[in-house]
Nanobody, 115 residues
Framework: QVQLVESGGGLVQAGGSLRLSCAASGRTFTNYAMAWWRQAPGKEREFVAGITWNSGSTRYADSVKGRFTISRDNAKNTVSLQMNSLKPEDTAVYYC????????WGQGTQVTVSS
């Protein structure tokens, strides 16, 4: 069973940057499209960014387009999310998973953006 571990979250002021990382153990995700999701308090989990297995294509939610960049390192079995120009509305718990999500969710990493 694959285990997903997200890290890199924290508290940052509006306009700041964070880089999230996702590591998978128990199974390689080299052959799978991967993505980041987020869930804000009182809201449903939503798609943030996705990347194909070979990094040939990426897609983003309109709300983060131009500010966030997803990348992956298949040799290290990791997926990253570079988040720039952060806004208070980006505050959420961030998760990684396959795209579409079929694995068990990890604990996520909290991102809090203060105004």
């Amino acid at each position: 069973q694959v285990q997903l571990v997200e890290s890199g979250g924290g508290l940052v002021q509006a306009g700041g940057s964070l880089r999230l990382s996702c590591a998978a153990s128990g199974r390689t995700f080299t052959n799978y499209a991967m993505a980041w999701w987020r869930q804000a308090p009182g809201k449903e989990r939503e798609f943030v960014a996705g990347i194909t297995w070979n990094s040939g294509s990426t897609r983003y939610a309109d709300s983060v387009k131009g500010r966030f960049t997803i990348s992956r390192d298949n040799a290290k079995n990791t997926v990253s999310l570079q988040m720039n120009s952060l806004k208070p509305e980006d505050t959420a718990v961030y998760y990684c998973n396959r795209d579409p999500p079929t694995w068990l969710w990890g604990q996520g990493t909290q991102v809090t953006v203060s105004s």
